[in-house]
Nanobody, 126 residues
């Protein structure tokens, strides 16, 4: 089992940057595929980015080229670098984890991630 704690959210202006962090407990962080999801008020939780155990990354089309997901296994930490933020990026951001599988590509489906953090709010003003 893994426990996740996000940090780094805040209030920024359009065009600014933020870096979110997700600290994971346990000694097997490197064995987990990780993802970032977000949820705006009144909307369903949506996929943002994911990174596999082997470092393969995938992104939602809406953030491709602006956001970068990365992981530091030595620090048990997942990151989301967000550049050129837009008002439509406003949401609560959640990190999620799933134990490694035989499939090398990380999942976009929130239903395949059993472990979640409590979320961190990102608000982008226009």
């Amino acid at each position: 089992q893994v426990q996740l704690v996000e940090s780094g959210g805040g209030l920024v202006q359009a065009g600014d940057s933020l870096r979110l962090s997700c600290a994971a407990s346990g000694r097997t962080f490197s064995s987990y595929s990780m993802g970032w999801f977000r949820q705006a008020p009144g909307k369903e939780r949506e996929f943002v980015a994911a990174i596999s155990v082997g470092g393969m990354t995938i992104y939602a089309e809406s953030v491709k080229g602006r956001f970068t997901i990365s992981r530091d296994n030595a620090k048990n930490t997942l990151y989301l670098q967000m550049n050129t933020l837009k008002p439509e990026d406003t949401a609560a951001y959640y990190c999620a984890a799933r134990f490694r599988t035989a499939v090398p590509v990380p999942s976009r489906s929130r239903y395949e991630y059993p472990y979640w953090g409590q979320g961190t709010q990102v608000t982008v003003s226009s």
